[in-house]
Nanobody, 123 residues
Framework: QVQLVESGGGLVQAGDSLRLSCAVS????????MAWFRQAPGKEREFVAA???????NYVDSVKGRFTISRDNAKNTVYLQMNSLKPEDTAVYYC?????????????????WGQGTQVTVSS
């Protein structure tokens, strides 16, 4: 089993930056693919970014050039650096893990999820 705990959310103004962290504990020896999703009120969960164990990354178009996903395998932590935040980035952000190391934009491909951290961007 794997446990994921997100942190780093908060209330910021448009144009500000935040860095989210996702601490992975438990069975960390597998080459997990990690991802960030977000869910705004009344909307479906949306793929944001993903990273393989080797460091290859994917992003949704709306965050390309503003967000950066990274991982520190020694610390079992995944990060999401969010710059130039916009009000439309407001959502609960979730960390997810795929134990087969497969990157996907589909939530049902990920077997492990954190509890989420709220990001609110005011205009």
């Amino acid at each position: 089993q794997v446990q994921l705990v997100e942190s780093g959310g908060g209330l910021v103004q448009a144009g500000d930056s935040l860095r989210l962290s996702c601490a992975v504990s438990g069975r960390t020896s597998s080459p997990y693919a990690m991802a960030w999703f977000r869910q705004a009120p009344g909307k479906e969960r949306e793929f944001v970014a993903a990273i393989t164990s080797g460091g290859s990354t994917n992003y949704v178009d709306s965050v390309k050039g503003r967000f950066t996903i990274s991982r520190d395998n020694a610390k079992n932590t995944v990060y999401l650096q969010m710059n130039s935040l916009k009000p439309e980035d407001t959502a609960v952000y979730y960390c997810a893990a795929n134990s087969l190391g497969i990157v996907s934009s589909l939530p049902d491909r990920y077997g492990y999820w954190g509890q989420g951290t709220q990001v609110t961007v005011s205009s």
